[in-house]
């Protein structure tokens, strides 16, 4: 079971000063962090290590804190009272009736202590890591991002055909074709209307110029070729006109 452990030194004030309260814990938190302190000091894996003596060391520091006059807080006298307990169970022959049994017990707070070392070291690799505003510095002004909005479109088919039909458009090489119409040239519609202006002794209708049987784009071809051919006449002083009214005929007659 062990040879008898050495009580675990607490630090402490000068003792000349008896009535002063002393107590220095060294940053435990409670009963199972000063059992975790005793147990690495034993130097050994967590899971290999003596549980009486472990409990040996925590009952000599209660022992040694109660010497110096120190105030335990009731946590700390408890787990005293059980590790006292769990002594006496192990040195004590077996109780088969008794539940958990006393290695049940050990196996449970090797565990705890497993459990709450796994805890404080990863505390302390989480305090070793770089802290913000010590060890790494947030940037200043951010940098310009370019800003790139999509649009979501609505569009019915007829716009999808449009838009597609405007693209091909711009695309393919525009081709004009132009068909050739039935016109009368304006040197033709002179030499008809000096000609017949010659024949006619009154005012005559300048429809009445036009060729027989004409129609359709012809026809509009014929008058207007036939109205400039009269402008230009009556400019040679070969030919009058004529009009009573606005859009009323245009009347014609050749000069004497």
């Known amino acids: 079971m062990g040879e008898e452990a050495e009580p675990f030194e607490l630090p402490y004030a000068d003792t000349a000063s008896a009535e002063v309260l002393t107590l220095d814990l060294d940053g435990w938190e409670g009963p199972l962090d000063l059992l975790l302190t005793l147990a690495r ?35 700390y006298l408890v787990m005293a009272a059980w590790l006292a307990y769990l002594k006496s169970c192990l040195l004590l022959p077996k109780d088969p009736e008794v539940e958990p049994s006393p290695e049940e017990l050990a196996l449970r707070l090797q565990l705890r202590l497993q459990r709450l070392n796994a805890m404080r070291e990863a505390g302390a690799r989480l305090m070793a890591r770089d802290r913000m505003g010590r060890d790494v510095f947030a940037r200043g002004a951010p940098e310009g991002l370019k800003l790139v909005r999509k649009a979501a479109w609505e569009a019915s088919l007829f ?67 036939s109205f400039v051919a009269a402008l230009e006449l009556a400019r040679q002083g070969r030919l009058a006109l004529q009009q009573e009214e606005p859009f009323a005929p245009l009347m014609i007659r050749g000069m004497a």
Not at 53 to 71: G, H, P, S, V
């Open 159 to 225: 716009d999808l055909i449009a838009a597609y039909g405007a693209v091909r458009a711009r695309a393919e090489v525009p081709v004009h074709l132009v068909q050739r119409r039935p016109v009368m040239t304006l040197d033709q519609a002179i030499d008809r209307v000096s000609r017949m202006v010659g024949i006619a002794l009154d005012w005559a209708d300048l429809e009445s110029f036009l060729p027989p049987g004409v129609d359709g784009e012809y026809r509009r071809s014929a008058l207007a070729s």
């Open 41 to 75: 000091a034993q130097k050994v894996d967590l899971r290999e290590i003596s549980i009486l003596q472990l409990t040996e060391q925590y009952l000599a520091f209660i022992d040694n804190a109660r010497a110096l006059k120190l105030e335990l807080a009731a946590d």
